[in-house]
């Protein structure tokens, strides 16, 4: 087949050469004689691909042995809820980057279970990120959400906000594409579909404090302590999107890691934005130049 160029930003594409290791691997994982999305999710064959997978994760952005690595379902929307509802007790308050309509959801999500603020707001726009200073986080606040890259706008976040308080980041969209400090953050969630495999897990890597200080008066689904001691196999787990994930940073270790992954970003990137600023105002990007994504590039046109 000829494979097209496949610009969607997620489900977005996958290195053709994982796509073909799962296809071979399909109807029968090793000498089992049944395919991996068959077996149950206790199997021994099936343990040892999802502990491998989260290893792999770890590994790749360097995390510290002080978080946990999990496996959700429900993609990036359903951890809007699950952050506030975890990590702010009565009383709590929490600061959110309004950045672009992603922020705005998780922070009309988060306003349900707690006291919600915007810290920072990008309207009317949202063509940038805020410039360290810009974002006012109130006292009592337990933690500072941020959307490391709007989709939809073509922002990237490049300076970390320094608050005096945790960062919870939402990295759907450019996870495994930079390394990250990670003194700076007790919860960084991502969906999988953007960067690291298909639709259908959500990676969350949360500090053991912040699960172990989290409220404990929720469905047992919702909370962050029941997965992590349960290894994120409290039940059935989304088999085959975790095994594909797990190939995908084999293929993104053995090319140099993060921090290959970063470069050739750039390198692709930098291509498309040439392009468009060397249009003569045919293409024009309308984010502010330190704030341009290297995952997500807009382009307007003269006009509709």
Same mark, same amino acid.
């Given at each position: 087949?000829?494979?097209?160029?496949?610009?969607?930003?997620?489900?977005?594409?996958?290195?053709?050469?994982?796509?073909?290791?799962?296809?071979?691997?399909?109807?029968?994982?090793?000498?089992?004689?049944?395919?991996?999305?068959?077996?149950?999710?206790?199997?021994?064959?099936?343990?040892?691909?999802?502990?491998?997978?989260?290893?792999?994760?770890?590994?790749?952005?360097?995390?510290?042995?002080?978080?946990?690595?999990?496996?959700?379902?429900?993609?990036?929307?359903?951890?809007?809820?699950?952050?506030?509802?975890?990590?702010?007790?009565?009383?709590?308050?929490?600061?959110?980057?309004?950045?672009?309509?992603?922020?705005?959801?998780?922070?009309?999500?988060?306003?349900?279970?707690?006291?919600?603020?915007?810290?920072?707001?990008?309207?009317?726009?949202?063509?940038?990120?805020?410039?360290?200073?810009?974002?006012?986080?109130?006292?009592?606040?337990?933690?500072?959400?941020?959307?490391?890259?709007?989709?939809?706008?073509?922002?990237?976040?490049?300076?970390?906000?320094?608050?005096?308080?945790?960062?919870?980041?939402?990295?759907?969209?450019?996870?495994?594409?930079?390394?990250?400090?990670?003194?700076?953050?007790?919860?960084?969630?991502?969906?999988?579909?953007?960067?690291?495999?298909?639709?259908?897990?959500?990676?969350?890597?949360?500090?053991?404090?912040?699960?172990?200080?989290?409220?404990?008066?929720?469905?047992?689904?919702?909370?962050?302590? =029941?997965?992590?001691?349960?290894?994120?196999?409290?039940?059935?787990?989304?088999?085959?999107?975790?095994?594909?994930?797990?190939?995908?940073?084999?293929?993104?270790?053995?090319?140099?890691?993060?921090?290959?992954?970063? =470069?050739?970003?750039?390198?692709?990137?930098?291509?498309?934005?040439?392009?468009?600023?060397?249009?003569?105002?045919?293409?024009?990007?309308? =984010?502010?130049?330190?704030?341009?994504?290297?995952?997500?590039?807009?382009?307007?046109?003269?006009?509709?």
């Amino acid at each position: 087949m000829s494979r097209v160029y496949n610009f969607s930003a997620g489900p977005s594409t996958l290195p053709p050469e994982v796509l073909a290791e799962t296809q071979a691997e399909l109807t029968e994982f090793g000498d089992t004689g049944m395919s991996l999305v068959e077996m149950s999710h206790r199997s021994d064959e099936y343990e040892a691909v999802h502990a491998e997978a989260a290893a792999l994760a770890r590994e790749a952005l360097d995390v510290p042995d002080d978080f946990a690595v999990l496996f959700l379902q429900g993609g990036a929307t359903l951890q809007f809820s699950m952050v506030p509802m975890n990590l702010l007790h009565d009383g709590d308050r929490a600061g959110y980057v309004v950045s672009g309509s992603w922020a705005e959801k998780a922070l009309a999500d988060a306003r349900i279970y707690g006291d919600a603020y915007a810290a920072w707001d990008g309207e009317p726009g949202y063509d940038r990120m805020p410039a360290p200073g810009e974002v006012a986080v109130e006292d009592g606040s337990r933690y500072l959400h941020v959307t490391s890259n709007e989709t939809i706008g073509g922002i990237q976040m490049w300076d970390w906000p320094e608050v005096g308080v945790p960062l919870v980041g939402d990295m759907s969209s450019d996870i495994m594409s930079r390394p990250l400090p990670w003194h700076r953050f007790d919860l960084v969630y991502a969906g999988a579909q953007k960067n690291l495999g298909p639709a259908g897990a959500t990676l969350v890597f949360a500090r053991d404090a912040a699960i172990d200080a989290a409220r404990s008066d929720l469905g047992a689904y919702l909370r962050y302590d =029941v997965h992590r001691d349960k290894s994120s196999l409290y039940n059935t787990p989304p088999v085959f999107a975790i095994w594909v994930i797990g190939k995908t940073l084999r293929w993104v270790r053995d090319r140099g890691g993060v921090v290959a992954m970063e =470069v050739e970003a750039r390198r692709k990137a930098g291509l498309v934005y040439d392009a468009i600023d060397g249009s003569d105002g045919f293409y024009r990007n309308p =984010v502010d130049a330190g704030s341009r994504s290297l995952m997500n590039v807009v382009f307007r046109l003269p006009s509709e």
